[in-house]
């Protein structure tokens, strides 16, 4: 059983970058049995996907947050993280790390993850 767990800071000043983390248990993520994504929730809206890093490292983001979007990977901690840069309050969300089987295409949707984060709440003040 995969099992995967959020951390970072809960409060971002506008312009920072927001950090978070994903601490992977149960499964590694050098594994070619699954991709790796962050996905969000603003307050009041639907499941935005973010973006997603494979077994190899080889990463795709959402083209509306591609520009200001990183996400890496420590193998020796078995971890992926997020960067986003330049956040506004709009940024304000639920922010959850995921696991797809799905090795192929990208991995837009919730029905396609497997396994889930908690969440951690990220608010960005103006």
């Known amino acids: 059983q995969v099992q995967l767990q959020e951390s970072g800071p809960g409060l971002v000043k506008s312009s920072q970058t927001l950090s978070l983390t994903c601490t992977v248990s149960?499964?590694?993520?050098?594994?070619?049995?699954?991709?790796w994504s962050w996905v969000r929730q603003p307050p009041g809206r639907g499941l935005e996907w973010m973006g997603v890093?494979?077994?190899?490292?080889?990463?795709s983001y959402s083209p509306s947050l591609e520009s200001r979007t990183s996400i890496n990977r420590d193998t020796s901690k078995n971890q992926f993280s997020l960067q986003l840069s330049s956040v506004t309050p709009e940024d304000t969300a639920v922010y959850y790390c995921?696991?797809?089987?799905?090795?192929?295409?990208?991995?837009?949707?919730?029905?396609?993850?497997?396994?889930w984060g908690q969440g951690t709440q990220v608010t960005v003040s103006s």
């Open positions: 149960g499964g590694s993520i050098t594994s070619n049995s699954y991709r």
């Open positions: 995921a696991a797809t089987r799905i090795v192929a295409g990208t991995p837009r949707y919730s029905a396609q993850y497997d396994y």
């Open positions: 890093i494979a077994f190899s490292g080889s990463t």
